[in-house]
């Protein structure tokens, strides 16, 4: 029933910008983790940024070599999940993957080492010198 669909991947030169979508089937802002992953050749699969939504409010965490260049965000109206990535760099070359859980109890447990039982087919981002 719960189907996620990315977007918005492509190749930028160092220094553009990329805004990633992904397209929720079911989407609820009662209590919601989603997050922004990324695997890059040779290197295992890395968490980029979750966002915990409950009760209208939400908090975010980046991995630190994306912090102040990469936002996570959401658009209730469009069942929509984003990843606005500025000042892109060549190291961010990745397959880009967003994912979901609903069955979060707080955000303590939404993290980037967290476990997620939805996950889309994955964008490609190729970011060159």
């Known amino acids: 029933q719960v189907q996620l669909v990315e977007s918005g991947g492509g190749s930028v030169q160092a220094g553009g910008s990329l805004r990633l979508s992904c397209a929720v089937s079911i989407y609820t802002y009662r209590r919601s983790c989603m997050g922004w992953f990324r695997r890059a050749p040779g290197k295992e699969r890395e968490g980029v940024a979750v966002?915990?939504?409950?009760?209208?409010?939400?908090?975010?965490e980046y991995v630190p070599s994306v912090r102040d260049r990469f936002t996570i965000s959401e658009d209730i109206a469009r069942n929509t999940l984003y990843l606005e990535m500025n000042n892109l760099k060549p190291d961010d070359t990745a397959m880009y993957y967003c994912?979901?859980?609903?069955?979060?109890?707080?955000?303590?447990?939404?993290?980037?080492?967290?476990?997620?039982?939805?996950w889309g087919q994955g964008t490609q981002v190729t970011v060159s010198s």
């Open positions: 994912a979901a859980d609903f069955g979060t109890y707080s955000g303590a447990l939404c993290h980037l080492h967290a476990g997620f039982p939805y």
């Open positions: 966002i915990y939504s409950e009760g209208g409010s939400s908090t975010t």
